[in-house]
C-alpha cells in the first residue's frame, strides 16, 4: 500500500502541483483548502503518513494549524512551507515539533528529498514504545560509493552579526546532491554559491557577493559545515552577515550535530592537491601540498606574550574538527578595537564573543579555552577559507602568520594551476557513518561542498 500525504494550502494552484508531483511518485494524496478540512481528515479511515503545510493562510492561521495537528496527530511528520519569509516562522514551527521547513519558492526535488527523509525518519526518531513491524521508506539505499551528504533536516541559528552588530539569523536547510553550499537571503530570495569565485572581501572576515546577494562572515559556518562533512545545504541568511554567536564554529557545529547528516545519492568528488602550491608575502607563507586526507598546520606569531609564538597541526575528520577546533574563538587586541569601530567593523564584537587581549592578557572573565586557543582559531579559519573550494580537499594545507586573504590567495593559486589538482571520486570510507546527531564518524577526512 503507498503511503498517503496530506497537502494543505488555500492555493489550488498549489494543490495540483504538489499532487501532481507526488502522485508521480507513486503517494496518495489528500487535499485540504483550510485548516478545518485537514484536521477531518487527520480522522480519515486511512490516516495520512505525513502532512505539507502552508502556514499563511487566511481562516485559521497556519502555525496554530500545525499545532492542533501536533497535538491531534502528534507522530505524524509535517513539512511546512511559507512564502513570505521571516526567520520567525521557520523558530515558531520548528520549535512547535514541525519536521522540516521550506521556503517558497522551493524546487520540488528539494522537496521530494525532504518527503523522503519524513518518511524514512520515524524509525531514527521513535523511542522504544513502539515495536510495530514498520514498512518505512528508507531514506537512501545502501550506498556503493561514498554518497554526497546533506544535513539530517531544516536548523534555525540565531544571534549578532560581528561586523554589523545587528540581530541576524540563518536557517540551514538540505539540498539535493550536486547543490554544493549555497547562501541565500530570507527576505529577497537572492544566493551566492559558497565558493571562492564570489569572494568580494578578506577585511576581517570573508564576505561572499554575487549581484545584491551579500553574506558576510561566513567562515566559521563553512568551517563547521566542512568538518561535519556536509556537501550539499543552504544556509538562508536574515540580513547580510552570518552570526558571531560566541566566536567559535562550536553553536554550528552543535546545531548540525543535532539534526543529523543524511546521505544522499551520489558520488562524492574531492580536489586532489598533486603538486605543492605556495604563496608568500616577507615572513608569511601559506601553501597547500600532496597528503592523504585533509590536515591544517598552522603557525602565528605574535610580539604579545599572551600569544607568542603558536603551532597546531590537525587531520581533519567530524570528530577532531569538533573536539580539536570548533570552540576556539575570534581573538583581538584592545589596542585594535577603537580602529576597527571608526572603519565600520567589529561593531557587534565584545568578550561575549572575541577573546580581547589587553596589555596584561586576556581580559575576559572566563579565561581561554585552550593556551593555544588563539592557533586553534586560525586553523578552524583556515577550514572555512579552503571550503569555499566547493569540494572536500585531500591535501595538507600550511601557513604561518597567514589570515582569510593568504588562505584564499592560495586557494586561487591552485585553482590557476591545472597540473596542480585533480578532481577524483572519493572511495568509500572503511567505517560506517552514525546517521543521527553523531559526533563520531570514523571515516577518514570530511568533506565540503560541491562544486
Ligand atoms: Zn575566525
Request: charged content about 25%; glycine content about 10%.
Amino acid at each position: 500500500m503507498s503511503d498517503t500525504i496530506l497537502v494543505v494550502d488555500d492555493e489550488e494552484e498549489i494543490r495540483n502541483t504538489l499532487r501532481g508531483v507526488l502522485a508521480d511518485e507513486g503517494f496518495d494524496v489528500l487535499e485540504a483548502s483550510d485548516g478545518r478540512r485537514a484536521l477531518e481528515l487527520l480522522e480519515a479511515d486511512a490516516p495520512p503518513r505525513l502532512a505539507i503545510v502552508d502556514v499563511w493562510m487566511p481562516e485559521i492561521d497556519g502555525i496554530e494549524l500545525v499545532e492542533r495537528m501536533r497535538s491531534q496527530a502528534p507522530r505524524l511528520p509535517i513539512i511546512v512551507i511559507s512564502g513570505h519569509g521571516t526567520i520567525e516562522t521557520a523558530v515558531r514551527v520548528i520549535r512547535l515539533g514541525a519536521f522540516d521547513f521550506l521556503e517558497k519558492p522551493f524546487q520540488l526535488d528539494a522537496l521530494l528529498n525532504v518527503v523522503g527523509r519524513a518518511l524514512g525518519s520515524d524509525a531514527a526518531d521513535d523511542d522504544a514504545e513502539d515495536d510495530a513491524p514498520r514498512t518505512a521508506t528508507p531514506t537512501v539505499a545502501p550506498p556503493r560509493r561514498m554518497p554526497e551528504r546533506t544535513i539530517g533536516k531544516s536548523v534555525v541559528v540565531n544571534g549578532q552579526g560581528l561586523h554589523s552588530g545587528i540581530r541576524t539569523g540563518l536557517i540551514l536547510q538540505p539540498l539535493p546532491p550536486g547543490s554544493g553550499i549555497v547562501c541565500g537571503n530570507i527576505s529577497s530570495g537572492e544566493t551566492v554559491p559558497a565558493l571562492v569565485d564570489h569572494i568580494d572581501s578578506t577585511g576581517y572576515a570573508t564576505t561572499l557577493v554575487r549581484g545584491g546577494m551579500v553574506a558576510k562572515t561566513v567562515e566559521h559556518l563553512m568551517a563547521a559545515l566542512y568538518g561535519a562533512g556536509i556537501d550539499n545545504a543552504m544556509i538562508e541568511i536574515d540580513g547580510p552577515e552570518v552570526p558571531i554567536l560566541d566566536g567559535s564554529a562550536a553553536e554550528f557545529s552543535d546545531a548540525i550535530a543535532d539534526v543529523g547528516v543524511a546521505r544522499l545519492d551520489g558520488p562524492r568528488r574531492m580536489i586532489e592537491v598533486l603538486k605543492p602550491v605556495r604563496i608568500e608575502n616577507g615572513a608569511q607563507f601559506g601553501e597547500l601540498l600532496p597528503h592523504e586526507g585533509f590536515r591544517v598546520d598552522v603557525e602565528i606569531q605574535f610580539a604579545e606574550e599572551t600569544i607568542g609564538r603558536q603551532r597546531v597541526v590537525v587531520d581533519v575528520t567530524p570528530d577532531s574538527f569538533r573536539k580539536e577546533l570548533a570552540p576556539a574563538r575570534t581573538f583581538g587586541f584592545m589596542r585594535d578595537v577603537e580602529r576597527l569601530w571608526a572603519a565600520g567593523y567589529a561593531l557587534g564584537a565584545s568578550l561575549e564573543n572575541t577573546v580581547v587581549v589587553g596589555e596584561d592578557g586576556v581580559m575576559n572573565p572566563g579565561g581561554l579555552r585552550w593556551r593555544d586557543e588563539f592557533v586553534r582559531h586560525k586553523a578552524l579559519d583556515a577550514v572555512g577559507d579552503l571550503a569555499l573550494a566547493g569540494l572536500p580537499m585531500k591535501a595538507a594545507f600550511r601557513s604561518c602568520r597567514g589570515g582569510h586573504r593568504l588562505n584564499s590567495l592560495v586557494l586561487a593559486a591552485l585553482f590557476a594551476d591545472p597540473t596542480a589538482y585533480r578532481v577524483v571520486e572519493r572511495a568509500p570510507a572503511r567505517a560506517p557513518v552514525r546517521q543521527r546527531g553523531g559526533a563520531a564518524y570514523a571515516a577518514a577526512p570530511m568533506a565540503a561542498p560541491d562544486r
